[in-house]
């Protein structure tokens, strides 16, 4: 009897896996068409701000849903309190491939750095380009890129210092793009702090494979740091600074049941999520000068 219950159990949340995974995929494919379709009324001038809101307003939608489904139990609200503030350094740890997907869900002038492979992606790529977000083509480019945003167009910069997602809960060491930033351009540093109990598209998790749902997630507004002294003794603040809020928390579910979905739309929607945030942004950010 148990053994059925169980089996029941694996199969109601591979169906919700395939669910989600599907309903991401059809609402970025409806959010590249309405931008598309927008763009042809609006002036150059205001397509990088509109594209950005509806980004915004498409990951709300569809966290949303899963939340109310009960597929997610998301706590994001504390971030919103950053809406309205400029020109400000966002940082955040990087436990799952849905974590730049929250924070942009709650902040519309978000500008994300990204590989340069998204821009060609055919559920991303033309929101990406509209929304101005930055391809990681060389250190330099990322650099100045990011500084213009700041301190010219006021954009938040959002950037995860270990440039990879994390295994178990467990911080990657922090690379140094972010203290670079910071120095260049004066501006503050807003830390953001993920929770889950689940490592569910963390590290080492296939985008295939079922969590016991639902997956419950915390995302909230941490210390703000202004830097003043040198960029590599910052960045390793910032990175102590992290394990001490995460020491006690961390994934405890170790195990899941797994499906392979049809290999077409498991290859786009892996490639999608793991193309949005840059997994190789900061590799050479050390020896930048």
């Not at 939340?67 to 436990?95: A, C, F, K, V, Y």
């Not at 033309?126 to 250190?139: E, R, T, W």
Request: with cysteine; proline share 3%.
């Amino acid at each position: 009897m148990m053994h059925l219950i169980n089996r029941f159990k694996h199969v109601r949340n591979v169906l919700i896996l395939f669910f989600s995974l599907l309903l991401l995929a059809i609402f970025m494919i409806v959010g590249s068409i309405g931008l598309a379709i927008q763009s042809a009324f609006l002036a150059s001038g205001k397509r990088r701000e509109n594209a950005r809101r509806v980004i915004t307003a498409t990951f709300r939608l569809y966290f949303r849903i899963l939340d109310d489904l009960h597929i997610l139990r998301l706590d994001l609200s504390d971030i919103d309190r950053l809406q309205d503030e400029r020109g400000l350094i966002l940082t955040s740890n990087h436990p799952s491939l849905l974590d730049a997907l929250l924070i942009t869900s709650r902040l519309p002038n978000v500008v994300c750095i990204m590989k340069a492979q998204v821009l060609r992606n055919v559920l991303f790529g033309h929101g990406a380009k509209m929304a101005g977000y930055i391809p990681n083509d060389s250190i330099r480019t990322i650099v100045s890129d990011a500084s213009r945003e700041l301190t010219e167009v006021g954009s938040q910069l959002l950037l995860f210092p270990e440039g990879t997602r994390s295994r178990n809960g467990k911080i990657n060491p922090f690379q140094g793009t972010v203290g670079v930033i910071a120095r260049r351009t004066n501006a503050d540093v807003q830390t953001i702090v993920i929770e889950s109990e689940s490592g569910f598209l963390g590290k080492g998790w296939p985008v295939w494979r079922a969590p016991a749902f639902p997956v419950q997630i915390r995302v909230y507004a941490g210390k703000r740091f202004s830097v003043k002294e040198e960029g590599k003794l910052f960045v390793e603040q910032l990175q102590r600074y992290y394990e001490q809020e995460l020491q006690d928390a961390g994934p405890t579910e170790t195990e899941a049941a797994s499906v392979t979905l049809l290999p077409a739309s498991q290859a786009v929607i892996e490639e999608t999520c793991d193309e949005l945030v840059s997994e190789e942004l900061i590799s050479n950010g050390r020896s930048f000068k």
